[in-house]
């Protein structure tokens, strides 16, 4: 058994902090011990009831703050004397490599989960930091682990060490995500819509690369065309109160199509509620809720960002990024197999089979372990 320890920038409810929960949750042949450079956020209380130990250290913006982390950082490594470090995302793979190299840590593995470093997105010192990664990358870690293929391309362009890469794609707990007829029924109650309804859902914070602006336009030229349809959103600050948001929606007239739940803990209930999940996002590496959805049995549409193609397969529509004509199409053709219900159901299995025969979380688990061990 060796001890793992993974540096992350935060705990919060995001795609790396999911994973890295389902990693070390699931992998019972290492112990793990997580570091979160800011606070414990989502997931902290839920790693140390699954007993996985958990540091935080607290950084805010100042020299003073980033020398008392590095400080804390340091004796974290030194006293726990871990077999690995693992680092998620940019800044923990800068400071996690420098601090565990100057602490006589060898194996350093560091994790990429961005696929567009030109996204704006991006903050000018987060491009910053990647691109000074890319020179380290030639001296500290043993080996960089990507969930994407398209994020290694993008890496290896700005001066990555090409030889260090391997992907590991996301995996799931598909017993958390599965079939629910019962919450589907639910939901749909709660809100009002009708069995017969199709019903869109999108999740994904409001953030640029999610082009909330792309979807709700490719959604106004279905309401031109007289198509019904409801539309729920979810995610952190998808809410009445987002004046921008608020503004997309009544510019495209789809005031009465759409509703805003905010954030949701009860995302596989949300889920299987739906009959399609629309990705508009503009970047991306390799979308969870993709993959989520998918285990749910719900077809997706998705812009061809990322590793989306890679993970719906033929089992959906994929489209280019920022065209609402092409997503209105792709959503509209989905409707018309959804009307033909042995057709419909044939997508939906192929939906769930893709991700039980690719992105089980204990095959994943089994990919980071031979990474771990062979290098």
């Known amino acids: 058994m060796s001890k793992i320890l993974h540096l992350i920038v935060g705990l919060g409810d995001g795609g790396a902090e999911s994973v890295l929960f389902r990693l070390c949750t699931h992998d019972k042949d290492n112990h793990h011990i997580v570091i979160s450079m800011m606070g414990e956020g989502k997931y902290g209380a839920m790693l140390r009831s699954s007993d996985v130990e958990v540091y935080c250290l607290n950084m805010k913006r100042g ?48 994790g990429i989960r961005h696929s567009n470093l030109s996204s704006e997105g991006l903050g000018f010192l987060t491009r910053i930091i990647a691109r000074t990664n890319a020179l380290l990358s030639y001296f ?21 060490k090409a030889s260090k890469f391997i992907t590991i794609p996301n995996g799931y707990n598909l ?9 589907r029924k639910r939901l749909r109650n709660e809100w009002g819509i009708e ?17 909330h602006a792309n979807l709700l336009a490719g959604l106004s030229v279905l309401k031109k065309k007289s198509i019904p349809f409801r539309c729920i959103l979810i995610g952190s600050n998808i809410t009445l109160a987002n004046a921008q948001l608020r503004e997309w929606v009544s510019n495209n007239d789809v005031e009465d199509n759409i509703i805003l739940l905010g954030q949701r803990r009860d995302i596989p209930d949300i889920l299987n509620a739906i009959d399609l999940k629309v990705l508009s996002s503009y970047s991306e590496a390799f979308p969870n809720v993709l993959a989520e959805a998918m285990a749910c049995g ?3 549409v998705a812009t061809d960002v990322g590793d989306a193609a890679f993970i719906v397969g033929k089992t959906g529509w994929i489209v280019p990024a920022q065209s609402p004509l092409r997503l209105a199409e792709a959503i509209s053709k989905a409707f018309e197999v959804m009307q033909n219900e042995g057709e419909w159901q044939q997508y939906k299995k192929a939906a769930r089979n893709r991700i039980i025969d690719n992105f089980d979380i204990n095959s994943i688990v089994k990919l980071y372990n031979k990474a771990w061990k062979e290098s």
């Open 63 to 110: 020299i003073f703050s980033l020398l008392k982390a590095v400080k804390l950082l340091w004796q974290i490594i030194r006293t726990n004397k871990p077999d690995i470090i693992q680092t998620w995302m940019y800044h923990a793979d800068f400071l996690g490599g420098i601090v565990g190299r100057l602490a006589g840590i060898k194996r350093i593995y560091w």
């Open 175 to 183: 017993d958390n995500f599965k079939i629910n007829n019962d919450a």
């Open 195 to 211: 069995d017969n309804m199709p019903l869109i859902g999108m999740v994904a914070r409001f953030d640029p690369q999610k082009d």
């Open 140 to 160: 500290i870690p043993s080996v960089i682990i990507s969930c994407s293929k398209e994020a290694v391309k993008s890496h290896q362009q700005i001066g990555y």
């Open 298 to 300: 719900i077809p997706c």
